[in-house]
T-cell receptor
Framework: DVKVTQSSRYLVKRTGEKVFLECVQD?????MFWYRQDPGLGLRLIYFSYDVKMKEKGDIPEGYSVSREKKERFSLILESASTNQTSMYLC?????????????FGPGTRLTVT | RKEVEQDPGPFNVPEGATVAFNCTYS??????FFWYRQDCRKEPKLLMS???SGNEDGRFTAQLNRASQYISLLIRDSKLSDSATYLC???????????FGKGTMLLVSP
């Protein structure tokens, strides 16, 4: 069964803290993605990766960075958390384009920055 | 800027009703189209892909009109369990990144 897990379901951090959100998939997928989801704004792509040590900016990369040292793990980093980064963060993974476009999502991390 | 537009709803329908959602997309070069379903406080999951010839999966029918850049989803014989937010999703050429609409909320009542 397909599985994408995220390190925390709920997280509360203070302004200025460095925050790490971890995502692990057990499907040997090459593609991994980080989104944030906000009411009225929908899902927006932050960063994505097509291979180990490879990363590409999505639509809203400002204030975020990522790391992909192993195929199964994709980390999202908030270098200095701000209140406008309070959101639901969703990780997803998928096969390469010649296999399937379906993205499998993790359960999400609801991050609150105070 | 890539955009996918949907009516946010909510659509309130009784059990057994037929309901249709529409979606428009801005990028004429878009190549693949999907409907995802998201239950309250859950992650999105693929409901079905959308093909030019139209496709059907049980009570669900999806249609694509490339000329009008329009996608639709029809749900027949609505069930209580169909209550969810339905996300229209478009994939452009090149990398397999997806652009999500903001979703249409469906509430099916007894």
């Amino acid at each position: 069964d397909v599985k994408v897990t995220q390190s925390s379901r709920y997280l509360v951090k203070r302004t200025g803290e460095k925050v790490f959100l971890e995502c692990v998939q057990d499907m040997d997928h090459e593609n991994m993605f980080w989104y944030r989801q906000d009411p009225g704004l929908g899902l927006r792509l932050i960063y994505f990766s097509y291979d180990v040590k490879m990363k590409e900016k999505g639509d809203i990369p400002e204030g975020y960075s990522v790391s992909r040292e192993k195929k199964e793990r994709f980390s999202l980093i908030l270098e200095s958390a701000s209140t406008n980064q309070t959101s639901m963060y969703l990780c997803a993974s998928s096969f390469p384009p010649n296999n399937s476009y379906e993205q499998y999502f993790g359960p999400g991390t609801r991050l609150t920055v105070t | 800027r890539k955009e996918v537009e949907q009516d946010p709803g909510p659509f309130n329908v009784p059990e057994g009703a037929t309901v249709a959602f529409n979606c428009t997309y801005s990028n004429s070069a878009s190549q693949s189209f999907f409907w995802y379903r998201q239950d309250c406080r859950k992650e999105p999951k693929l409901l079905m892909s959308v093909y030019s010839s139209g496709n059907e999966d049980g009570r669900f029918t999806a249609q694509l009109n490339r000329a009008s850049q329009y996608i639709s989803l029809l749900i027949r014989d609505s069930k209580l369990s169909d209550s969810a937010t339905y996300l229209c999703v478009v994939m452009d050429s090149g990398y397999s990144t997806l652009t999500f609409g903001k979703g249409t909320m469906l509430l099916v009542s007894p």
